[in-house]
């Protein structure tokens, strides 16, 4: 990568080198484990003249979404965050019964079956063919297509004008960005409302959440960054939400520039945030890569010390971030004999590159291991609650990032 894709500069400055490691989400049935696994590099850099943090694009949005494995709806917390979003947007914007409500990746309808419990219209655009059909399979409108302005323009021609465009967890995902940009403009009516939620580099930085780069992810937001991002389809930033989603993501308000009026407080204190942070100089990211190699370090020690006692470790979940954690640090079935998963889809398969196999949450019961290693750290809260059966026999739960984290049985 020379150029920035966003603005085109060359001037692009390395944060962290992960070496290379095979797309996240390519899990490996068995019969393919004596196969070559592609890697590609992972090296997130940022361009010092828009800021935008971004990586290679190496692989395209067609490799990794026609057969997706991640389903929503197997996220208890990911599915009220959505119910909650769809409320208050709908109290935030007055949205009546004629609303029309359209989300971009929009995956098996986790989001918009609560506007359709509403009596809403609404439409999903998800490009991966099976998880599409899973949403329809639940009543959720959804077309099979990746989002472009021509896109956009033929489902406005359909169905009329977005009242508000919703797009979460998805602008990290496309190398596009300005084409991207201009098909949500295109969806959304001259009076409407787009909604992005995206992670926020200002923690990826500050928590040191590096697993959460990954190929799916061309690219990672600062608000500064995202404001020029949106500016290059036509739409303007008006307000900003911090949520705790993802370890911490940004829910960027946006609007067609020539109605949005002026950015609300909340935009300058994230932004004067974000400048105090040094993500606007290459003084705020010299010390991530030290903060990922001690990460690395520090759960290679723990697994390797626990091995050599004769203690079992075994992993809970298996997220793209997992993947990423997992390559990264070189981890194979003799320091972590699997992990388990609530989609069923991953079942029997092997996690990229590191081929541990994935089975059924229901083993980690039947096996009564020493320690349950979480990857997906960001659902701490949900899953300390869900897993607090380990601590029956003893067992103990270990959280990896930010740092790591052995939690006690609580007395």
């Known amino acids: 990568m020379t150029r920035c894709r966003l603005c085109g500069s060359a001037a692009l400055a390395s944060v962290v080198d992960l070496g290379a490691t095979p797309p996240c989400e390519s899990f490996l049935a068995a019969d393919e484990l004596d196969r070559p696994e592609p890697a590609y590099p ?155 939620e995206v992670q926020h580099l200002l923690t990826l930085i500050e928590e040191n959440q590096y697993d959460t780069i990954y190929h799916e992810h061309f690219q990672y937001y600062t608000v500064a960054s995202a404001i020029r991002a949106l500016a290059s389809g036509g739409l303007a930033l008006v307000d900003v939400e911090l949520l705790p989603t993802h370890g911490g993501s940004i829910r960027l308000w946006a609007r067609p520039a020539e109605t949005a009026g002026e950015p609300s407080r909340r935009v300058a204190d994230v932004l004067a945030r974000e400048k105090a942070a040094g993500l606007q100089e290459l003084t705020g990211y010299a010390e991530f890569s030290a903060r990922v190699a001690k990460v690395r370090r520090d759960l290679l020690k723990f697994l390797i010390e626990a091995a050599e006692r004769g203690e079992t470790v075994v992993g809970y979940g298996a997220p793209g971030k997992g993947n990423t954690l997992l390559n990264h640090c070189g981890i194979r079935p003799d320091l972590l004999a699997y992990t388990v998963d609530r989609n069923p889809y991953k079942h029997g398969r092997y996690t990229p590159g590191t081929r541990i196999p994935i089975l059924p949450p229901e083993r980690i019961a039947d096996d009564r291991p020493d320690y349950v290693l979480v990857l997906p750290w960001n659902l701490r809260a949900e899953l300390t609650e869900q897993l607090a059966y380990v601590h029956e026999w003893g067992g103990r739960l270990v959280f990896p990032v930010p740092e790591l984290i052995v939690v006690e049985a609580s007395r």
């Open 42 to 196: 992972l090296h997130l850099r940022v361009c010092t003249e828009c800021w935008l943090a971004q990586i290679p694009p190496l692989i395209t949005p067609e490799e990794t979404f026609q057969e997706y494995a991640y389903f929503s709806s197997y996220s208890t917390s990911w599915v009220e965050h959505a119910r909650t979003f769809v409320t208050e947007a709908v109290d935030r914007l007055a949205l009546g019964p004629e609303a029309f409500v359209v989300e971009v990746a929009s995956n098996d309808g986790y989001l918009l079956k609560h506007v359709v419990d509403r009596g809403m219209r609404c439409l999903g655009i998800e490009p991966s063919v099976n998880v599409g059909a899973a949403a329809r399979d639940n009543g959720v409108p959804t077309l099979t297509a990746f989002l472009g302005p021509e896109t956009a323009a033929a489902v406005r021609a359909e169905h009329g004008p977005a009242d508000l465009v919703v797009a979460n967890n998805v602008y990290a995902h496309i190398p596009d960005v300005i084409g991207f940009t201009q098909g949500l403009r295109a969806l959304v009516a001259d009076d409407g409302w787009v909604s992005v």
